[in-house]
Nanobody
Framework: QARLEESGGGSVQTGESLMLSCKYT?????MAWFRQAPGKEREAVAVIYTPDPSGRKRYHDSAEGRFTISHDNAEKTVALRMTSLKPEDTAMYYCAAGSRLYGGVCIMRAPDFDTWGQGAQVTVSS
């Protein structure tokens, strides 16, 4: 069973940047970052297919162009670099791992991931 531990959350102002890191014990094919704001459903922010050295990546529309997911196999980490942060990015961010693929593609749905970290809070104030 993989174990995941997030770090790097915090409070920033609009337009600033943050880096989240997820340390894992066992690499899974699909590693992702999800977020959940109070009263809202958990949504996928970014996912990466780790067996591919170039790392096939997918992003939520709201994260495209602002967030970057990356994977370091040697360090056993998955990072999420977030730039141009907005108040609507405020949420608890979760690292997730899974092995379910559809046509060789990681799907950005919470039920497709079976291992979760404890979460890291990101707060963006205006």
């Amino acid at each position: 069973q993989a174990r995941l531990e997030e770090s790097g959350g915090g409070s920033v102002q609009t337009g600033e940047s943050l880096m989240l890191s997820c340390k894992y014990t066992n690499r899974r094919a699909c590693m992702a970052w999800f977020r959940q704001a109070p009263g809202k459903e958990r949504e996928a922010v970014a996912v990466i297919y780790t067996p591919d050295p170039s790392g096939r990546k997918r992003y939520h529309d709201s994260a495209e162009g602002r967030f970057t997911i990356s994977h370091d196999n040697a360090e056993k980490t998955v990072a999420l670099r977030m730039t141009s942060l907005k108040p609507e990015d405020t949420a608890m961010y979760y690292c997730a791992a899974g092995s379910r693929l559809y046509g060789g593609v990681c799907i950005m749905r919470a039920p497709d991931f079976d291992t979760w970290g404890q979460g890291a809070q990101v707060t963006v104030s205006s």
